[in-house]
């Protein structure tokens, strides 16, 4: 689900806050275009890197491989990683 929310994001980011999948607009005060700067590489990085990785992890354990358990832990740390940012960031 984050990866559509993120494809999303790139693709219409005003629509994208306006459904709740981004907080900052690319208009406004400095700072919340700096925070949607932020967002938008983080979308980008989650698209170049965080999605194929997901898919080798599918795949591999599907087919029962070691590299999808190594993807899949891979996976897993991206993800306790970047949900501890967001509540360490947001508070």
Request: hydrophobic share 55%; charged share 15%.
């Amino acid at each position: 689900m984050a990866w559509f929310m993120q494809a999303y994001s790139l693709l219409n980011w005003d629509i994208a806050v306006d459904i709740g999948f981004q907080n900052e607009r690319f208009t406004g005060d400095a700072v919340e275009r700096t925070w949607a700067h932020e967002g938008w590489g983080v979308a980008v990085a989650d698209m170049l890197w965080a999605m194929p990785l997901g898919i080798v992890a599918l795949i591999g354990l599907l087919r029962k491989r070691s590299y999808g358990f190594a993807a899949g832990l891979m996976e897993l740390s991206i993800g306790v990683y970047f949900h501890s940012f967001l509540h360490f960031r947001d508070g």
